[in-house]
């Protein structure tokens, strides 16, 4: 795990662009984020700034009343889950993450402690409010991003 304060959107639009990199180099066919956070935190900011970074250039909606927003491009698929308004596994079910397609799918969710039933991550990205900025958490889920999480400074 790393910490570090990100002290305005300008820092943290980098650390989503360096996280953008990180997946585009990565040779796994599916990457999971978690997102973790209070309201406000930086949770939905830093999914947009991941999702343009690695080359979407239209609006990035937040899917806090729709549950979940899709991007395809650039042989990418980004489900974009915010999990805020519903416990109910019943409502995760039905955007089929499990599904299996030819383009590298990148799956961040934004509240992923309201899940019914636990899933792994390849990162988790954890958000605190301060009086100026936010600390970040970085924790890896696997050894490709611990690997990243070791050399990033």
Known sequence: MKKFILKDDTATNHLGSVIASEILKSSCKEIEIHLEGDLGAGK??????????????????????????EYEFNDLMFLHIDLYRTNESADINIFDLSRKIESKKIILIEWPER?????????????????????????????NFQQWLNNYE
């Open 44 to 69: 939905t900011f830093i999914s947009r700034s991941i999702i343009k970074n690695c080359g979407w250039d239209d609006l990035v909606k937040s899917p806090t009343y729709t549950l979940c927003e």
């Open 115 to 143: 899940l019914q039933q636990k899933r792994d991550f390849n990162l988790k990205i954890v958000f605190s409010h301060l009086s100026e900025g936010r600390e970040v958490s970085l924790i890896a889920g696997d050894d």
